[in-house]
């Protein structure tokens, strides 16, 4: 193998800009050409491809975002944009691609696994949505983001007496939720692998006020039911005071954490060594403090499990 490819792909995550410098000295050490795309497959087909250096990712390991620019083709999904991508991955001569991202994008790089470049997926978003892997490049450094978060609510919420929700990112996953919920102390949690029960979340209040607690800390998964309604509907039943924050893209910025910074240089260098032994076809996963390895399709197909034990501890730790 002598010229590798990498390009981020979906929504960004911290830690991906450490995975970047990660490939690109791996692959500079090992004199293998590097080329980075920009935006993603969009870059694929509109031939938006670099050749990187030693240089190119100086002084980044500790930058959220991603230098190569992120993007959600939509042209990708069709036939003739396919093509495209496969054309001027030919031109070039590059023989491997690494794709960072998340559900989707491996989608995409099976796409172009399939057509017969040697293809290597590295699970970047702040979602922590696949089930293979114990961990997603960005998720710890976003539950860290939703931890602040929490902990200056809490000081106004005292200060006032007052509920307070917290809407955070996720799409279908309530990890971040979960562990930001179970980590900040908050008294509830809504996730969307468990029933909704606003019953039990107001008599919580209720019970809390009562013996003098002045906050209550509710976390929202987005996508469940929208927090103004969520608010009105814990203000009927309470006559409490409460106030609606949507954290939004804060969570998917920011320097990432040591641990998001760890896995992406092992993960990186890991991606180009499996590359340069002719391997292809591979998403990388971090199982039990080591970088392992599963077909994309068993990526792709592999249901996310929930983590029950955590979710049970709110309930016991937030009386
Ligand atoms: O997948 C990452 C994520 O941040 C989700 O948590 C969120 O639902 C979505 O992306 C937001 O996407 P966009 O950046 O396109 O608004």
């Known amino acids: 193998m002598k010229s590798i490819a990498i390009l981020t792909s979906g929504g960004d995550s911290p830690g991906m800009n450490a995975v970047i410098r990660s490939v690109v000295r791996t692959c500079i050490y090992n004199n293998i050409k590097i080329f980075g795309v920009k935006f993603g497959y969009d870059g694929l087909i509109n031939g938006n491809i670099f050749e990187m250096n030693?240089?190119?990712?100086?002084?980044?390991?500790?930058?959220?975002?991603?230098?190569?620019?992120?993007?959600?083709?939509?042209?990708?999904?069709?036939?003739?944009?396919?093509?495209?991508?496969?054309?001027?991955?030919?031109?070039?001569?590059?023989?491997?691609?690494i794709v960072l991202g998340g559900d989707g994008s491996f989608k995409g790089a099976n796409v172009i696994s399939n057509y017969?470049?040697?293809?290597?997926?590295?699970?970047?978003?702040?979602?922590?949505?696949?089930?293979?892997?114990?961990?997603?490049?960005?998720?710890?450094?976003?539950?860290?983001?939703?931890?602040?978060?929490?902990?200056?609510?809490?000081?106004?919420?005292?200060?006032?007496?007052?509920?307070?929700?917290?809407?955070?990112?996720?799409?279908?996953?309530?990890d971040i939720a979960l562990y930001s919920g179970v980590a900040g102390g908050a008294e509830?949690?809504?996730?969307?692998?468990?029933?909704?029960?606003l019953e039990k979340i107001c008599n919580k209040i209720i019970s809390g006020r009562k013996r003098g607690k002045l906050h209550h800390i509710i976390v929202l998964t987005e996508g469940i039911l929208s927090p103004y309604q969520l608010k009105k509907q814990i203000e009927e039943k309470t006559k409490i005071d409460t106030r609606v924050t949507v954290l939004g893209h804060i969570q998917r910025g920011g320097t990432p954490s040591s641990m998001d910074r760890i896995i992406a240089s092992e993960m990186g260098n890991e991606?180009?060594?499996?590359?340069?032994?002719?391997?292809?076809?591979?998403?990388?996963?971090?199982?039990?403090?080591?970088?392992?390895?599963?077909?994309?399709?068993?990526?792709?197909?592999?249901?996310?499990?929930?983590?029950?034990?955590?979710?049970?501890i709110i309930d016991e730790l937030s009386i």
């Open 188 to 197: 509830s949690i809504i996730i969307p692998e468990k029933d909704f029960d």
């Open 116 to 174: 017969g470049i040697k293809t290597i997926c590295i699970p970047c978003t702040i979602d922590n949505d696949m089930g293979y892997t114990d961990y997603t490049i960005g998720f710890l450094t976003s539950v860290n983001t939703v931890i602040d978060a929490i902990s200056k609510l809490r000081d106004t919420s005292s200060s006032h007496g007052r509920a307070n929700i917290l809407e955070v990112m996720g799409r279908k996953c309530g």
């Open 271 to 312: 991606a180009v060594k499996l590359l340069l032994l002719g391997k292809s076809n591979l998403a990388l996963a971090y199982k039990n403090n080591e970088v392992e390895y599963v077909s994309i399709e068993t990526a792709i197909n592999c249901k996310k499990s929930f983590n029950e034990k955590l979710y049970e």
């Open 54 to 97: 030693i240089s190119s990712v100086a002084d980044i390991i500790q930058k959220g975002g991603t230098i190569l620019s992120s993007a959600r083709s939509s042209c990708f999904l069709t036939e003739e944009g396919q093509k495209k991508a496969l054309e001027n991955i030919k031109k070039r001569n590059i023989e491997g691609l």
